[in-house]
């Protein structure tokens, strides 16, 4: 059988996928990126293989994806991250409109037209204040790890209102809040729907249509998915366990999937 | 016009809703009457008048909802020669004060988000992006506002009204009236009033077409004298401030400000101006201060910050500090003298081009260097408002200028007119207390 | 830089040799103003669009940080040593930063040289054209008291058509793109030369490249449109170039927004007025967003463009309202767009650097 592998290389997480012929998860791994980026995303293939347990040589392809993406030499093709996430996505959620991807760095709205190709894509600003850093820099003024956060805000009775337009205000607002004896949990809430607002204000700038997936390393938080699924009205996928982190790994493993399947063509 | 149509915006607005609005100004000034004063409060109770502040606005609102199809409606610009549309018959709608009010009511957050979800930049002035995203939502605390037949922009604020109004023109698909008033770097020079004047003119024809009647010339030079009264008795409540305690405080001024902006030219408003200068004078006859033991006195300079209202007063009030008198609240009233009733389109292409803003920093730095000797100020709070280039761009400068001819502190105060997103109350309470040991005892 | 154009001399250069010659050089600021004017008074205009790189120290003690990087990068230029070469400087009321920074010039600052501001009027009615006009003949009072020369009319119309026979050949320029042997980045530093050159100078480069058109188009990549006020840092180009992308018409308040045409008039400052009235629209002359839109679309239609990309300056208003709805006109001719924004500086377009490739490649292989 000839395997196909998905590397996307993002800013914060190097994930690594392979799929056997029939599109089924086979081997997996995620480490963070670090400066080394060629050598985490072997270490991470090899690890994704060794799962699997497959021989090199099984694998017939290798795409990556992700702001990495062509650093990475022993690849075989790439694709942007909107491409590789509408593929992964649309393979777990086919009625999928519309994707939030939250990653360390970068937010992303992308929109799907019925067929599955992107139509419209936003960036959140270049401000720190629009990603996942954001919540794991609040953490660390509350004296919390990343790993924290999702325990604490389950305490949380009530958010404390952060604007949260720039990463600079918004810690000046963390540190008076938490001057003024504010609770960590509710100042932690509080920053999560800040980062929810802004992801649903992106996703109404691509004109959002459901169904809604919502994808990125983020999402291993439940308590960020529970916010921002309340937010958009109730509906919207969360890929299960820690898939969310790997879907735009799922979409470039298929798309080498369907680079060798034209090949052969 | 049907006679049903004026027949039902007569019943809708001068019987059921005015009256409505009266009683209930009625209702409140009774209860100010009644109510005792509040001892723990740092300022005086609001002037008397205020009830009939609210009731003027509440009417304008009202008016503008029930206005279609009777009435035509015109959103203009807070600079725009108005006496023209008021002449004929338009009832004016005005975006920066609706922005104002959505500040003051803390909706301007949300109704400006609309604007951003649709892509529009945080970067861009806080009342565009309020006015768009309500008119692309419909969002309004006010209930609902009138869509325009035209509108009027005049550059006289700035250049952000020509993008903004091209926004609305886009959107309502309306014709667009465009007052371009060239900058006074010096002094205005005489084809500048001179094309001023023709693009008055020109707008003539325009805006009867779309009000079905022809200009009223008569009409137009009792709606400029009026205006000129107004505008009169406004520059003397503002000039009531020098007065020791000042009876009025910069925060009283933004406050009922509105008719001058909205509604000059009309008769209430006179009978309005006139009613409060009196009460200021009762103030002044019996030593009310604005601020209850009044200590320093200051100028402010720029827009309000429309959200903090209560929190800059009260945190200032409690150190006895006053803000006697305001370089904008002073725009309305400057231009008073240049309104020549009997030359309608000439003197207002000459007052139309002569705002303080329109008009180069130096220009502003003498008439804040007038106003801190005439009402005798100690120190300067410039907002710098990221919303308002024009009036924030020099204030840099002339910090530094006042600070070292008048030898008093000066504070450069970073917010926004209407986005709360640029204001922290920790931040500005440790910025205040300094500067307000830095006025001394 | 490429070979060919080493061929273009640097600012510095054409500055010394025309001080050398006995005349004057000014500074002026963006966008429009009537080039053919200061000619006539032996004044070489040397236009100011940031500078991109300065260290913008100066600046931040008077101008708040919320000011657009151009005016705060001008106003350190202005105020620093290197700016000793000009005689005056000149600014166009382009918008409220410009009318802010020439307003703290003249009262605040007081830089070593006089400052001369044009007003430009918010529309091309015949009332904004006879303005435009007297506001011509007004500078031409101000310029003739500095410099006691009284050029007479047809002086100053033989630089008015030396000007035009420069914008015609700018136009040529343009039209020849995808033929002339340069590449992005080239090919617009030759097009901005014109904004140092003598139009007489500029005529004589842009022909000798001209001259070396090709039959076939170089053009290999994604058609895309760009947007903005100014391509700084101009590396912008050699991105685009890397991500697949080739910008085959542009709609940059620098390049496409002063394609003018000759005026038609034959008094001398109603001819220039009609000239800059006649550019293609642009937001800060008040230009309505439909007739941008039009214009627009009409550019990707002759264009062949695939994208469109509007690379805009923080802070500038004039150019933040207008994406929104002509986002929303191309994307009704299924034209996809993009927005980046940068401060001029090779560090501030880093960061969006992965935006234009995700934006380009995905076009790409969709």
């Keep these: ?265 | 016009m049907r006679l049903t149509d004026a027949l039902r915006y007569y019943v809708n607005t001068r019987v059921m809703g005015w009256t409505a609005i009266r009683v209930n100004r009625l209702y409140s000034e009774m209860k100010t009457r009644f109510r005792k004063e509040r001892k723990d409060s740092y300022t005086a109770p609001p002037l008397r008048i205020s009830s009939r502040t609210k009731e003027m606005i509440a009417r304008h609102y009202l008016d503008g909802r029930f206005a279609k199809p009777y009435r035509k409606v015109a959103w203009v610009t807070s600079g725009a020669p108005v006496e023209i549309l008021n002449a004929l018959g338009f009832h004016l709608f005005y975006p920066e004060n609706h922005g104002a009010i959505c500040g003051v009511s803390r909706t301007a957050e949300e109704i400006s988000g609309e604007a951003e979800d649709a892509g529009y930049s945080p970067d861009i002035c806080s009342y565009a992006r309020t006015d768009i995203g309500s008119a692309l939502s419909g969002k309004t605390p006010v209930g609902k506002l009138p869509p325009p037949d035209i509108l009027v922009a005049c550059t006289n604020i700035c250049q952000t009204v020509l993008y903004w109004y091209g926004f609305l023109a886009h959107h309502f698909k309306v014709p667009l009236i465009l007052i371009d008033t060239p900058f006074i770097y010096t002094e205005a020079s005489d084809h500048s009033i001179e094309y001023v004047k023709k693009q008055l003119e020109a707008a003539v024809p325009i805006a009867e077409g779309v009000a079905g009647k022809t200009l009223d010339e008569r009409k137009l030079k009792d709606f400029m004298y009026k205006s000129r009264i107004a505008m009169d008795l406004w520059m003397e409540i503002l000039g009531r401030g020098a007065h020791r305690p000042t009876p009025i405080s910069a925060f009283d001024q933004f406050i009922h400000m509105a008719p001058i902006v909205e509604m000059r030219g009309h008769s209430h408003t006179i009978d309005f101006y006139a009613a409060m200068l009196k009460e200021v004078d009762r103030r002044i006859a019996h030593g009310i201060g604005a601020v209850k033991n009044e200590r320093k006195r200051l100028l402010w300079d720029n827009l309000p910050i429309w959200h903090k209202f209560r929190f800059l007063s009260e945190t200032l009030g409690k150190h006895g500090v006053v803000l006697a008198a305001s370089t904008y609240t002073n725009a309305w009233a400057e231009l008073a003298p240049m309104i020549d009733p009997e030359k309608p389109f000439e003197s207002a292409a000459r007052a139309y081009l002569h705002p303080m803003l329109n008009r180069g920093a130096g220009h502003k730095l003498n008439t804040m260097r007038r106003m801190i000797e005439k009402y005798s100020l100690d120190g300067v709070i410039l907002h710098s408002d990221r919303s308002c280039k024009p009036y924030s761009i020099g204030q840099m400068d002339q910090r530094t200028l006042l600070m070292s001819e008048y030898g008093i502190p000066a504070l450069l105060l970073e917010a926004d007119h209407c986005d709360p997103r640029y204001f922290t109350d920790a931040r500005t309470t440790t910025l205040l207390m300094a500067f307000i040991e830095m006025l001394g005892q | 830089m490429h070979e060919a154009l080493t061929s273009i001399p640097c600012r510095r250069e054409i500055i010394r040799a025309h001080k050398e010659s006995g005349g004057r050089v000014a500074a002026v600021l963006p966008i429009h103003y009537p080039r053919a004017l200061f000619r006539a008074f032996q004044i070489l205009p040397v236009e100011l669009w940031g500078p991109p790189e300065i260290d913008p120290q100066y600046s931040k003690a008077h101008l708040q940080p919320y000011v657009c990087p151009l005016v705060h990068n001008a106003l350190s230029y202005i105020t620093g040593p290197e700016s000793e070469v000009f005689d005056l400087v000149a600014v166009p009321h382009t918008c409220d930063s410009l009318q802010g920074l020439c307003s703290i010039l003249t009262d605040l600052i007081l830089p070593r040289q006089p400052v001369f501001p044009i007003y430009l009027p918010r529309g091309r009615r015949e009332s904004d054209a006879q303005f435009l006009a007297n506001e011509f003949h007004a500078l031409y009072r101000k310029l003739e008291a500095l410099t006691s020369l009284s050029p007479s009319e047809d002086e100053v119309m033989a630089c008015i058509l030396r000007e035009e026979d420069a914008d015609e050949v700018l136009a040529e320029l343009n039209r020849k793109r995808k033929f002339l042997p340069l590449c992005q980045r080239d090919f617009y530093h030759l097009l901005r030369s014109r904004e140092y050159l003598p139009a007489e100078r500029f005529c004589e480069l842009a022909k000798s490249f001209l001259a070396k058109a090709e039959n076939e188009s170089r053009d290999k990549g994604l058609p895309i449109i760009l947007s903005g006020i100014v391509p700084e840092p101009m590396s912008l180009f050699e991105f685009i170039e890397r991500a697949g992308g080739v910008v085959v018409a542009d709609d940059l308040a620098c390049c496409g927004r002063r394609l003018y045409g000759p005026g038609e008039d034959n008094d001398v400052f109603r001819r220039m007025a009609k000239s800059i009235l006649s550019a293609p629209p642009d937001s800060t002359r008040g230009s309505s967003i439909q007739e941008r839109a039009d214009h627009m679309v009409r550019m990707v239609k002759m264009s062949g463009a695939k994208a469109v990309l509007f690379y805009c300056m923080k802070f500038c208003e004039p150019e933040l309202f207008g994406h929104p709805p002509l986002r929303d006109e191309l994307n009704k001719i299924n034209i996809p767009t993009l927005v980046i924004e940068s401060e001029l500086s090779e560090a501030s377009l880093n960061p969006s650097v992965g935006s234009l490739e995700l934006f380009l490649e995905t076009i790409l292989c969709g």
Aim: net charge negative; charged share 20%.
């Design chain 1, 1 to 265: 059988m000839i395997y196909t592998a998905g590397i996307d290389v993002g800013s914060t997480y190097v994930k690594a996928i392979i799929l056997n012929e029939n599109g089924d998860l086979v081997g997996s791994a995620i480490h963070s990126t670090g400066f080394l980026i060629e050598e985490t995303s072997k270490n991470m293939l090899e690890e994704a293989r060794e799962r699997a347990g497959i021989n090199s040589a099984d694998i017939g392809c290798i795409t990556t994806a992700g702001f990495g993406r062509s650093m990475v030499s022993f690849r075989n093709t790439q694709v942007t991250d909107l491409i590789a996430q509408s593929w992964g996505v649309r393979a777990l959620y086919p009625a999928t409109h519309t994707i939030i991807d939250i990653g360390g760095q970068t937010m992303k709205a992308i929109r799907l037209d019925d067929g599955g190709r992107v139509m419209n894509f936003r960036l959140n600003d270049k401000c720190a204040a629009g990603s996942g850093t954001f919540l794991e820099k609040t953490a660390h003024y509350l004296g919390y790890g990343i790993e924290e956060i999702a325990p604490l805000v389950e305490r949380s009775t009530k958010a404390v209102p952060i604007s949260g337009i720039c990463a600079v205000f918004a810690e000046s607002e963390v540190i008076n809040h938490i001057s003024q004896g504010e609770k960590p949990e509710d100042i932690m809430h509080g920053a999560m729907l800040s980062l929810t607002e802004r992801s649903v204000s992106l996703m109404k700038q691509v004109q959002m249509q459901p169904e809604f997936t919502l994808v990125g390393g983020i999402m291993r938080f439940p308590v960020m998915a529970r916010v921002l699924r309340e937010s958009l009205g109730g509906a919207a996928n969360v890929p299960p366990e820690n898939l969310a982190q790997f879907t735009g790994a799922i979409g470039a493993a298929l798309l080498a999937r369907r680079h060798l399947e034209k090949k052969t063509d």
